[in-house]
């Protein structure tokens, strides 16, 4: 089985700031994370995935997350930022054996501010 | 590159009509999946094809039909829509299915069963 936990709903930032979405998971295997953004009445877009190695991984737009097995967690970070920013965010995750399902979070909302 | 599109954008039906979503990729992607989305609860796979002529049930596959016309294409079928049916529902693909691989979203068809 697996999950995934996205424990807060919405997140406010002000610009300028560095941002946290946060996401821990639940999986029998070797976990594959992923981070999607969701703007308004749009699908969703790849920003970053964690599959081997380096525990801090870099994606678009200046996002970057962190893997820590010990506390299962796969937080999505920015050090400053932007207005543009604000989307709803998804952390999902499969894992070897797991077949072709990518289990999704609830979502967060990001919602940055002047 | 159009990447993942789909048709159409929006629909209404009534109880108990039909209607069949399309989704077409031109990555040369293998793996097709389709999800549907609903408030605070993330995105749940109702069927997925792991290649050309195969396809098999996610999470949600009650009330739903699919085809995998070609490479490109694949569709989803509601065969009698229900209220319970309203939702947003995304079509994705990814080169390969395996857990590592990265899906990539359509824009999305919202649709409403009054």
């Known amino acids: 089985a697996q999950s995934v936990a996205q424990p807060e709903d919405q997140v406010n930032v002000a610009e300028g700031n560095p941002l946290t979405v946060k996401c821990t998971y639940s999986?029998?295997?070797?976990?594959?994370l992923f981070w999607y953004v969701q703007y308004p009445n749009r699908g969703l877009q790849f920003l970053l995935k964690?599959?081997?190695?380096?525990?801090l991984v870099k994606g678009s737009y200046g996002f970057e997350a962190e893997f820590n097995k010990s506390q299962t967690s796969f937080h999505l970070k920015k050090p400053s930022a932007l207005v543009s920013d604000s989307a709803l965010y998804f952390c999902?995750?499969?894992?070897?054996?797991?077949?072709?399902?990518?289990?999704f979070g609830t979502g967060t909302q990001l919602k940055v501010e002047l | 590159n159009a990447g993942v599109t789909q048709t159409p954008k929006f629909q209404v039906l009534k109880t108990g009509q039909s209607m069949t979503l399309q989704c077409a990729q031109d990555?040369?992607?293998?793996?097709m999946y389709w999800y549907r989305q609903d408030p605070g609860m993330g995105l749940r796979l109702i069927y997925y094809?792991?290649?050309?002529?195969?396809?098999d049930k996610g999470e949600v596959p009650n009330g739903y039909n699919v085809s995998r016309l070609n490479k490109r294409e694949f569709s989803l079928r509601l065969e009698s829509a229900a209220p319970s049916q309203t939702s947003v529902y995304f079509c994705?693909?990814?080169?390969?299915?395996?857990?590592?691989?990265?899906?990539?979203f359509g824009p999305g068809t919202r649709l409403l069963v009054l």
């Open positions: 994705a693909s990814s080169l390969i299915p395996g857990p590592q691989e990265t899906q990539y």
């Open positions: 999986v029998s295997g070797n976990p594959y």
């Open positions: 964690y599959i081997t190695g380096d525990n």
């Open positions: 999902a995750v499969r894992y070897t054996g797991g077949g072709n399902k990518l289990t």
């Open positions: 990555m040369n992607h293998n793996s």
């Open positions: 094809s792991a290649s050309e002529g195969t396809t």
